[in-house]
């Protein structure tokens, strides 16, 4: 009885860069199932201080300077939601598939290809 069942068949072998299909939706690392994705976010990003995760889009990163770069390069239009407290008036854009809501309509359109890109990762 392995902890890697579901993953033995990769055990003894090179893995594809192609081969890992199951993402992670705090970051951009990706799995070979959908259990190690599971443990991932458990140890990865469960209980972590908040201080990294883009209060826009709610991307993780492992490092704050990771975080400032990418809110300088792809939050450059909603810069003034960064320099204060978002409030619920604010989160006007609800994503149809979570409960995560945003305070454009870009940010969510990009949310959504999160989704899209999920729903095509058993392929």
């Not at 201080?51 to 993780?60: A, D, F, P, R």
């Not at 409030?87 to 959504?112: M, N």
């Amino acid at each position: 009885n392995s902890v890697h069942k579901e993953e033995e068949e990769f055990l003894n072998r090179e893995i594809k860069d192609s081969e890992p299909k199951f993402g992670c939706h705090a970051c951009d690392e990706r799995f070979l199932s959908a259990r190690i994705v599971a443990y991932h976010i458990l140890h990865a990003h469960k209980d972590k201080d908040q201080e990294n995760q883009c209060k826009l889009c709610y991307k993780m990163f492992t490092k704050r300077k990771y975080l400032i770069s990418h809110q300088d390069k792809v939050h450059k239009n909603e810069s003034e939601f960064l320099s204060r407290e978002i409030t619920a008036s604010d989160l006007k854009y609800s994503c149809s598939e979570c409960d995560k809501k945003f305070v454009s309509q870009v940010i969510l359109k990009a949310h959504l290809r999160i989704h899209q890109a999920q729903k095509f990762e058993f392929l």
